[in-house]
């Protein structure tokens, strides 16, 4: 009797390490339990469970005849299928379609494999006509995401700023989409997004230039760091005057460059340059543009438009000179202005995090895809973070930032401000940065403001 009481409590307290573990250390229970059982169950009702999903094929007239010959009848066909290997949040394998199946098959009947062999979701992916790989994810890896241990392979002006719900990491390619519109109310997640955005650049040879029309209390904390700061309407003006002045020059740059001759090679953009005469890439953040874009008068009305009419161009024909757009707000819609409309499609890549409004999620997801807008609107309050990310190709996600305080932020950006480039036509910009105190006695600095613009 006390060695089965023993038995019982060491098997209690196996169960009771397995769940924290499982809690606490989810990659570990997966290595340890869900890789090996959900490996057997795949390997074991495979074929079983392809056919009741209607994704079997009938054998071939050779293998027909083999069974009749036999007595038996001869079975449908899965696909052929790899060994599942096993990956940091599950497992993939690789699929062999047979013929007269298609990628779309798959896809619908994601949901019933997922149930069937246990896991938390299943996604499938194109590999190359006639295959394709699919991935099993173990568990729900949006729950705490931290920052990859291994360094994400990326180019410049390249960072890996959220965790997919595949387990891949979402990266923000400003050469592939130069242009991108975050939305996300209030305690949503938008601003940790913006932080790990902020950080990832400025630890590069970017100039980094803010308008925060909320008296900048949301890119002051980083204005070491900055090119520039506009934090008022008037400011925002005309420091976007100084920008198209920027892109006009680049311009004008590239132009010389092409009537150089061909042994000189010719580009249409910046990054055709030689690297000595190269101008630095610009990447502008606009947070709150409902900010901005507020006009209570005829004047107001004015400025907005201009101030619309400045970012298209910019959206338009920044790419090209080097000079990219991350355009940040509670809310996005026609009320805006005329020229809203014809901004967002600029923007090409979008992130939607939890909105307080269905038109702001259609507003950014609509135009790429319904399923997107409506997967936005299901965000729920308790998941801060959460977003889905989708570009013009009609690919959307959910994925989450890593969670990044404004001190730890904001040190990054204190650390990296020898890195501010020169960037003659917008210094009159350029924020004031108070010194750091010398000890706790000392009083608090002032909020960094911009420089009053000189003639």
Request: net charge positive; glycine share 8%; with cysteine.
């Amino acid at each position: 009797m006390t060695d089965a009481l023993w038995v019982l409590m060491l098997g209690l307290v196996a169960v009771a390490a397995l769940v924290a573990v499982r809690r606490r250390l989810p990659v570990l229970f997966w290595w340890l339990v869900g890789y090996p059982a959900v490996t057997l169950r795949v390997l074991t009702s495979y074929r079983a469970t392809m056919d009741a999903c209607g994704l079997t094929v009938p054998a071939s007239a050779m293998r027909r005849a083999t069974a009749r010959m036999v007595g038996r009848q001869a079975a449908p066909v899965p696909p052929r299928r790899s060994f599942p290997l096993p990956t940091g949040s599950g497992l993939v394998m690789r699929l062999r379609m047979a013929a007269g199946q298609s990628p779309e098959d798959f896809t619908a009947s994601a949901d019933r494999l997922r149930h069937a062999w246990g896991a938390h979701a299943v996604h499938v992916r194109p590999t190359r006509p006639g295959r394709l790989e699919l991935r099993l994810v173990g568990w729900d890896v949006l729950t705490d995401v931290r920052p990859p241990r291994r360094r994400v392979r990326t180019e410049p002006l390249s960072l890996p700023l959220a965790l997919r719900e595949d387990g891949h990491w979402h990266v923000r390619d400003f050469r592939t989409v130069p242009h991108e519109l975050i939305l996300g109310a209030t305690q949503s997640g938008k601003s940790v997004y913006l932080r790990n955005l902020l950080c990832g650049l400025a630890r590069q040879p970017v100039a980094l230039v803010g308008i925060d029309c909320k008296w900048g209390v949301e890119l002051a904390p980083f204005a070491a760091r900055l090119s520039a700061l506009a934090d008022t309407p008037d400011r925002a003006n005309e420091l976007l005057n100084a920008l198209v002045d920027e892109m006009e020059a680049r311009f004008r740059l590239i132009g010389v460059r092409g009537g150089a001759g061909s042994d000189a090679g010719l580009t249409s953009d910046v990054w055709g340059l030689p690297e000595k005469v190269r101008p630095v890439p610009v990447v502008v953040v606009v947070d709150e543009v409902a900010e901005l874009f507020l006009a209570a008068s005829k004047d107001d009305e004015k400025r907005r438009d201009a101030m619309v009419t400045k970012l298209i161009r910019l959206a338009q024909l920044g790419r090209a000179a080097g000079i990219y757009l991350e355009v940040c707000g509670q809310r996005f819609g026609a009320e805006l202005g005329k020229g809203a409309t014809m901004l967002r499609a600029q923007l090409t890549g979008r992130v939607c995090h939890r909105v307080n409004d269905e038109t702001s999620a259609t507003m950014a997801l609509g135009d790429i895809a319904q399923e997107a807008a409506l997967a936005a609107t299901s965000i729920p309050a308790e998941r801060p973070g959460v977003a889905v990310v989708g570009d013009s190709s009609g690919g959307w996600s959910r994925v989450r930032s890593p969670h990044l305080t404004l001190d730890d932020a904001a040190a990054v950006c204190r650390d990296t401000a020898g890195l501010v480039p020169d960037l003659p036509r917008v210094d009159a910009f350029r924020p004031l940065v108070a010194a750091k105190p010398a000890g706790p006695s000392s009083a608090a600095p002032a909020v960094p403001t911009a420089r009053p613009v000189t003639e």
